[in-house]
């Protein structure tokens, strides 16, 4: 392993001590201490001015608590490693929160120390891996038309599996407002408003872990700042499937025989609305407006096909639509026009009385009116 340089801070000297000591007995693992420190305001003036790869932070420390300063720490330097040491195992879950490597609690035995340098040596050495592989990685598309996934150039989409519903629905909360400060009270509100405050904090602090750590192959491109007040997950590098797709729509020329299959390309980029799979309330506003935005142009492609008399492509078109929402009243029409046109009576009656039943179900209203009459000309006279 490649020369690792760290700082040592603890209000107590013996623990630095013991903290020296025990390196000096692992030589192995090739650590140079750069600096000790027990006072926590000389330590971050150090941190910040040094290049330090790994912190070992005692939490009760004079004048400010080592939670608050590895926060403002980590803020100016992400790839900073932390070690927490403490006499105290209280604060284990929001160590673990600010994506602390470990947590020792003293007296620290020697084989647990050394446990925790294999560790960072796992983690310094995954660190250069992927500083090697992101020099040359291109842009990571996020999905998230349907289920969330991720693509990077000639590789298979990806699926990020988190450890629990709730978990990842704090994550694609976060992402549907990234690069913008998320209030942790809003967050329990959304997800734990049934706990009370100490042990929904506690769930909202491990939730917060286990997303860096099912991140942890991307981290090029996700990282999450915690602030006093809430997180930024903040991004880079990144495309997403519903933003290209609704700018390959803009793109495309008038709809006619030359460009119908360009049209007929870009829809098929549609794979789903936005979040689909995960029905998240506060994801309807940019669900509806994606969906509204494919039936807009699914509408157009169906009048293209029935106007050039393709009824088959024309059906499949319509019925699609009446998938997506059942109550527009052309595709319905349309459709119930189809089944006429090709003598499927039994179709047309069936889409009928579905089409009323949905209105009387969802809005209370009838079919209108021109709707009702055709159907009643029509019934008369098959």
Same mark, same amino acid.
């Given at each position: 392993m490649d020369l690792v340089r760290v700082m040592l801070v603890d209000d107590e000297q013996l623990a630095l001590d013991f903290l020296k000591r025990y390196i000096?007995?692992?030589p192995e693992f090739n650590i140079e201490i750069v600096g000790t420190y027990t006072n926590p305001i000389d330590a971050k003036k150090a941190i910040l001015e040094n290049d330090i790869d790994v912190l070992f932070l005692d939490i009760h420390l004079p004048e400010i608590n080592g939670i608050q300063l590895a926060d403002e720490l @980590?803020?100016?330097k992400p790839e900073l490693i932390i070690v927490f040491v403490t006499a105290y195992n209280e604060f284990a879950v929001e160590a673990f929160e600010l994506n602390a490597i470990d947590y020792l609690v003293k007296p620290v035995p020697f084989d647990r120390f050394k446990e925790t340098l294999a560790r960072l040596k796992e983690k310094i050495e995954w660190k250069a891996q992927q500083s090697q592989l992101m020099q040359t990685e291109d842009d990571l598309q996020v999905n998230l038309l349907g289920h969330l996934s991720f693509t990077l150039p000639n590789r298979k989409n990806e699926t990020i599996h988190f450890r629990t519903k709730k978990t990842q629905e704090l994550f694609l909360y976060l992402f549907h407002h990234r690069n913008e400060l998320v209030s942790k009270h809003? @967050? +329990?509100?959304l997800?734990?408003?049934? #706990?009370?405050?100490?042990?929904a904090f506690a769930q909202l602090y491990t939730a917060i872990y286990h997303i860096r750590k099912a991140l942890t192959p991307y981290n090029y491109?996700?990282?999450i700042n915690s602030k006093t007040e809430g997180y930024i997950l903040k991004t880079k590098n990144m495309t997403l499937d519903y933003i290209n797709w609704e700018n390959r729509l803009k793109q495309l020329p008038e709809l006619n025989e030359k460009t119908i299959n360009q049209y007929l390309e870009v829809m098929e980029l549609y794979t789903g609305s936005y979040l689909q799979d995960y029905e998240y309330w506060w994801a309807e506003p940019v669900r509806f407006h994606y969906e509204q935005m494919w039936i807009k142009y699914a509408l157009e492609i169906a009048r293209y096909y029935n106007l050039r008399y393709e009824l088959e492509e024309a059906r499949t078109w319509y019925f699609s +639509?009446?998938?997506h929402n059942l109550l527009i009243d052309e595709a319905q029409f349309e459709l119930m026009k189809i089944y006429a046109k090709q003598e499927k009576h039994a179709l047309v009656? $069936? $889409?009928y009385q579905t089409f009323e039943k949905t209105l009387q179900e969802? #809005?209370?209203i009838s079919p209108e009116d021109y709707i009702v009459d055709w159907y009643e000309k029509w019934r008369v006279n098959i």
């Open positions: 000096k007995k692992t @980590l803020e100016k809003l @967050l +329990i509100e997800l734990w408003e049934d #706990l009370e405050p100490s042990k491109y996700f990282q +639509i009446c998938q009656h $069936q $889409q969802e #809005l209370n």
